[in-house]
């Protein structure tokens, strides 16, 4: 019988440094430090953990929120850059897989987005948060399909989204599609409340067993004293609590190691990867549970990009090379067609 293949994964739950940019990034390259000593060969972080998910806009409205908006910017994560350079370097001296959550600014937008680097250092993939939830799209743009993609690592194939991007089932079903075997969620933490965790166990539990691959949630924490630095009325405070749950869940549903609620600490577990297959000999949603003559999935995955006005008349003028996708009666796009 062939050696089992195991993969030693590790989810955060850490507070970041909310006044300093390189405060967070030190506190990353320690806890990867602190990760390798444990032989862990995957790390997960939190939502946007550099520098800082942005709790104030949670809480001030945004006529309120101008300076911290504006103090995010400036700490904002350039991709490629020093921070990424940075993380890179840790990933590739400890030959570990790092999944980071950043916000990131393009030249005048930030957008929530997942970064995974492989175990040589290589930033094998960089996403953005599809559709910022409520408060979010004051803060952040929006992400494309370009980035619904599930990364072949070292340690297998790896996909990511973050918070409430787990509500939609399609997105969700493209990194299916793609035999995502550890799939890598990123929720804020110390927010909305103790209800928020639970809707997190949920949600992490049954993309497991749909999916039937292993689930890393990492959340993030804020400490008595950041709260009231985010804001000083009790009332908005309780706000700011709660909604942790730093967890590593079986294809079959089940927790690797007692989950993490309060404070901060590393989850650790060792994937059986041959559960991967236990679970999808029984229903394979991707495989021989599926009928893809019934139900399919279209997906545009062609990255967004914006042109001038002067240039998008020229081209019309010169005549177009753009391909229109082909579309059905309701208007839907119908090309790639992901199948199983």
Same mark, same amino acid.
């Given at each position: 019988?062939?050696? *089992?293949?195991?993969?030693?994964?590790?989810? &955060?739950?850490?507070?970041?440094?909310?006044?300093?940019?390189e405060?967070? +990034?030190?506190? &990353?390259? @320690?806890a990867?430090?602190?990760?390798?000593?444990?032989?862990?060969?995957?790390?997960?972080?939190?939502?946007? !953990?550099?520098?800082?998910?942005?709790?104030?806009?949670?809480?001030?409205?945004?006529?309120?929120?101008?300076?911290?908006? =504006?103090?995010?910017?400036? /700490?904002?994560?350039? &991709? %490629?850059? %020093?921070?990424?350079?940075?993380?890179s370097?840790?990933?590739?001296?400890?030959?570990?897989?790092?999944?980071?959550?950043?916000?990131?600014?393009?030249?005048?937008?930030?957008?929530?987005?997942?970064?995974? !680097?492989?175990?040589?250092?290589?930033?094998?993939?960089?996403?953005?948060?599809i559709?910022?939830?409520?408060?979010?799209?004051?803060?952040?743009?929006?992400? #494309?399909?370009?980035?619904?993609?599930?990364? #072949?690592?070292?340690?297998?194939r790896?996909?990511?989204l973050?918070?409430? @991007?787990?509500?939609?089932?399609?997105?969700?079903?493209?990194?299916?599609? /793609?035999? @995502?075997?550890?799939?890598?969620?990123?929720?804020?933490?110390? +927010?909305?409340?103790?209800?928020?965790?639970?809707?997190? @166990?949920?949600?992490?539990?049954?993309?497991?067993?749909?999916?039937?691959?292993?689930?890393?949630?990492?959340?993030g924490?804020?400490?008595?004293? /950041?709260?009231?630095?985010?804001?000083?009325?009790?009332?908005?405070?309780?706000?700011?609590?709660?909604?942790?749950?730093?967890?590593?869940?079986?294809?079959?549903? /089940?927790?690797?190691?007692?989950?993490?609620?309060?404070?901060?600490? =590393?989850?650790?577990?060792?994937?059986? =990867?041959?559960l991967?297959? *236990?679970?999808?000999? =029984?229903?394979?949603? $991707?495989?021989?549970?599926?009928?893809?003559?019934?139900?399919?999935?279209a997906?545009?995955?062609?990255?967004?990009?914006t042109?001038?006005?002067?240039?998008?008349?020229?081209?019309?003028?010169?005549?177009?090379?753009h391909?229109?996708?082909?579309?059905?009666?309701?208007?839907?796009?119908?090309?790639? $067609?992901?199948g199983?």
């Open positions: 019988m062939s050696q *089992k293949r195991i993969v030693r994964a590790a989810a &955060v739950q850490i507070s970041p440094d909310l006044e300093h940019g405060g967070t +990034l030190g506190k &990353v390259c @320690e990867i430090d602190r990760a390798a000593r444990e032989g862990v060969q995957l790390i997960v972080f939190p939502e946007t !953990f550099l520098p800082y998910y942005p709790y104030f806009s949670f809480v001030r409205p945004p006529v309120q929120s101008g300076s911290d908006h =504006m103090r995010l910017y400036e /700490q904002a994560v350039v &991709v %490629p850059g %020093p921070v990424t350079h940075a993380v370097e840790r990933a590739r001296r400890h030959a570990m897989v790092v999944v980071l959550g950043v916000n990131e600014r393009d030249h005048g937008s930030l957008y929530n987005t997942q970064l995974i !680097f492989d175990t040589d250092g290589r930033l094998v993939l960089k996403r953005r948060k559709t910022p939830t409520f408060h979010e799209r004051m803060i952040w743009g929006q992400g #494309d399909a370009a980035g619904l993609k599930v990364a #072949d690592t070292a340690i297998g790896v996909g990511a973050a918070c409430w @991007e787990h509500y939609n089932p399609l997105a969700r079903y493209a990194l299916m599609t /793609q035999h @995502e075997e550890i799939h890598c969620s990123q929720f804020p933490g110390s +927010l909305v409340g103790p209800v928020f965790a639970e809707q997190i @166990e949920v949600t992490i539990r049954h993309h497991a067993l749909e999916s039937g691959c292993f689930v890393v949630n990492a959340t924490w804020l400490t008595d004293e /950041q709260i009231a630095s985010v804001t000083t009325d009790p009332a908005l405070q309780k706000a700011l609590r709660g909604g942790c749950n730093t967890a590593i869940v079986s294809p079959e549903g /089940q927790h690797l190691a007692p989950p993490l609620r309060e404070g901060e600490g =590393m989850v650790i577990a060792d994937l059986d =990867m041959s991967i297959t *236990k679970r999808k000999r =029984m229903m394979d949603s $991707v495989g021989h549970y599926a009928r893809p003559e019934l139900l399919s999935l997906i545009n995955d062609r990255p967004a990009a042109a001038s006005p002067m240039a998008t008349a020229l081209s019309n003028y010169h005549g177009s090379t391909h229109e996708p082909q579309r059905d009666d309701a208007g839907l796009d119908l090309e790639p $067609v992901v199983n």
